[in-house]
């Protein structure tokens, strides 16, 4: 007699709050996905350790008020990313509206240059000049565009997310979804593109 599957994430999850154990479902959802929060949040706020840390909290902390709420009809990891995406949106208008102010006293504000540390190859000096060159490219798009990229194609999270995953985050028909990719790919080639030229 085989043995039976062991069950999913979503199904434990699920099973847990079925029982009211919502500590377990909180426990197995921070050990399956609190590393691809991060990474998430990580592109999403440009390589800001500190605020990745602080978005990805706060991601857990709305998860632990909502848990009682959660009724699968999304994966729990499309869940999770989901709220992840709002708080970095949320993150991201707060730090315009600081940059905005900032302008608006520039003469006060100092600026430092970092230098890149050296690299010892010609092959990986081309790919890490690629991999900035892409980051800072990113880093010019709106912040909806920047979202539906990252997570479709994990660009700095590790893992990418279904065109469907994609949709369900969004509210969106996976067509409406996938018409978005496809005009945020195009404005991220003229990012590239065009500065090179």
């Known amino acids: 007699m085989a043995e039976p599957m062991p069950a999913s994430v979503d199904q434990r999850v699920q099973a847990c709050i079925a029982t009211g154990e919502y500590c377990g479902a909180l426990d197995l959802l921070a050990r399956t996905y609190l590393e691809t929060v991060y990474r998430y949040c990580f592109r999403m706020l ?11 909290q706060q991601v857990f902390e ?23 995406r709002n708080q970095c949106l949320k993150e991201i208008d707060v730090r315009a ?33 690629w991999l900035t060159r892409l980051q800072w490219a990113l880093d010019q798009l709106e912040s909806e565009e920047r979202s539906l990229l990252v997570m479709r194609f ?20 996976r067509a409406s979804a996938y018409r978005k990719l496809q005009e945020a790919l195009t404005r991220l080639r003229r990012v590239i593109y065009d500065d090179a030229g």
Do not use: F
């Not at 008020?65 to 009809?73: D, L, M, Q």
């Not at 504000?109 to 050296?118: C, E, G, K």
């Not at 994990?154 to 028909?173: F, K």
């Open 46 to 56: 440009n390589g800001d350790t500190g605020r990745a840390r602080d978005v990805t």
């Open 62 to 84: 709305e998860i632990c008020r909502g848990i009682a709420a959660y009724r699968g009809e999304a994966s729990a990891k499309t869940w999770l990313l989901g709220i992840a």
């Open 97 to 129: 509206r600081h940059r905005s102010m900032l302008r608006d006293n520039l003469e006060h504000v100092a600026t430092q240059a970092h230098t890149a540390p050296a690299l010892g190859s010609e092959a990986a000096m081309l790919s890490h000049e």
């Open 154 to 173: 994990g660009i700095g999270v590790g893992r990418e997310l279904s065109a469907t995953e994609n949709a369900q985050i969004l509210g969106l028909s």
